[in-house]
């Protein structure tokens, strides 16, 4: 009668050890956050709900609708044309402040990355809806990157008087398509924070 209980002790043991060792094999590894990206051409990675979330962390005063359907616009209109989505809204970002604006370019222009503005009595383009400006702002950086045709019809203005695929990285916009130094590092911290909250690097 004592070996029995013994023997019904210890194949209860036995399991229970095997369960905890088999709970802790299925334990799945932590995913690996993506590298940020260098060039201008390409996929973008983060989703447009992860886009508008991001924005709106950082300027809690924008429109969420406004942002909702911005964001949606960047993955859409980036898509057509083979633009990497991530980095177009990391360079709108950088140029309006977050939607927060205040230089020369307003919210009403459409105008999100700083299409024409020189001065004040050249503030830059306007176009008619929140669309036609990411549009716009899609079709010039793919001017910058690549010989490659539009897939739609040219919106942009100032599309004509860029060499085309002069700067295939993002890298090649410092002292083209702005003169600070740091533009794309300055870019490149945009998509680093972008990458941290959206992958949890």
Known sequence: MRK??????????????SCVTRQKA?????PVAPTIP???????LVKAEKLSAFLLDVN???????????????VEEAAAEGVNHDVAFA?????TGFLRFGNLASLDMNNF????SIDAEHPGERFPSPRIGVRAHIQHLKAYATEEPLKRDLVDPRYKWVKKGVSPA????????????????????????????????
């Open 170 to 201: 993002i890298q090649g916009l410092t002292g083209k398509w702005a003169m600070d130094p740091d533009y794309d590092k300055k870019i490149n911290s945009v998509l680093t924070r972008l990458y941290d909250e959206a992958f949890g690097r």
């Open 4 to 17: 029995a209980i013994f023997l019904i002790t210890l194949s209860a043991s036995a399991l229970f050890i």
């Open 91 to 95: 360079q709108m970002c950088l140029e």
């Open 60 to 74: 809690q005063q924008a429109s969420v609708g406004f942002v909702e359907d911005l964001s949606r616009f960047y």
């Open 113 to 116: 990355c700083g299409l024409g």
């Open 38 to 44: 260098e060039n201008i051409m390409g996929e973008g």
């Open 26 to 30: 299925v334990v799945p590894p932590k």
